[in-house]
Structures are given as structure tokens and as C-alpha cells.
Nanobody, 120 residues
Framework: QVQLVESGGGLVQAGGSLRLSCAVF????????MGWYRQAPGKQRELVAD???????NYVDSVKGRFTISRDNAKKMLYLQMNSLKPEDTAVYYC??????????????WGKGTLVTVSS
């Protein structure tokens, strides 16, 4: 049985920074892809960034140059460094681990989310 627990969310002013963390509890045999998703009120959940076990990363265009995803496989941790935050980044951010080669595919594990609020 696996649990993902996010932390690091909070209230920050536009232009500020936050670092989100995701800790994996329990045993995961196959989670090739880890990613961060976010969902704003009334909006569909979207993939923000993902990272393969090899270290290869992908970002949604709206966060490129501002966000950096990283993982520490030995510590079973996933991170999202968010710089130059904008009000439109406000959302609940979810950690995901998946067995597939694409984020969200195959066997999936989800965290319960951490709220990021960016004020103007």
C-alpha cells in the first residue's frame, strides 16, 4: 500500500517562490514517471511537469523557465521548485507516480494535494 504526501504549499505574493515536496510512503515497484498536476477551482486538472527515472523532464509551456521538477530516487522524494509565481498559478497541486512511460498512465498513485495561492 502506497501513499504520496505533498507539502510546501502556502500563500505567496506574485513574483515569489515556493518549493513543493512529495514524499512516498510504502513500497512502489514500478513508478517510472512522476509528475506534478494542478487543479484550479472550476478548471480541469492539468499536468504541470513530469520526470522519468532517467531524469528526463517535460513541462507545460506556461511554466517553462519558471518551474523545475526534480526527484531523489534514493529518498523517494519528488520536488517542484516554483519561481516567479503568478496569480494564475494558484491551484491545488497534486503529486503523481505512475508505472507507465507517460505521466498518469499505468498504475497510478496520487497525493491528496497541497494548496498554492499566489496573490497579486
Amino acid at each position: 500500500q502506497v501513499q504520496l504526501v505533498e507539502s510546501g504549499g502556502g500563500l505567496v505574493q506574485a513574483g515569489g517562490s515556493l518549493r513543493l515536496s512529495c514524499a512516498v510512503f510504502g513500497m512502489i515497484t514500478n513508478f517510472n514517471t512522476m509528475g506534478w498536476y494542478r487543479q484550479a477551482p472550476g478548471k480541469q486538472r492539468e499536468l504541470v511537469a513530469d520526470i522519468l527515472s532517467s531524469g528526463s523532464t517535460n513541462y507545460v509551456d506556461s511554466v517553462k523557465g519558471r518551474f523545475t521538477i526534480s526527484r531523489d530516487n534514493a529518498k523517494k522524494m519528488l520536488y517542484l521548485q516554483m519561481n516567479s509565481l503568478k496569480p494564475e498559478d494558484t491551484a491545488v497541486y497534486y503529486c503523481n507516480a505512475a508505472s507507465g512511460v507517460l505521466s498518469g498512465y499505468g498504475i497510478n498513485y496520487w497525493g491528496k494535494g497541497t494548496l498554492v495561492t499566489v496573490s497579486s
